[in-house]
């Protein structure tokens, strides 16, 4: 699964740990998640949507991998 996570971050100027607190988990978890280490779960999903003013699908996208 691809995510622009990095981007959406890079257009609020938040480092991973002023996200990490936005949404309620560790900066390693939002790391894991933005390098693709680890999927988030649908409720932390729909959280980092609505922080960043986006839906879900800008964020995560399927990869060939994963169809």
Sequence with gaps: MKNTIKVERAK???TQE???EKIGVSRQSVNSIETGKFIPSTVLALKMAEVFGTTVEIIFQLDELDR
Aim: no cysteine.
């Design 12 to 14: 609020k100027n938040w």
């Design 18 to 20: 002023t996200l990490a």
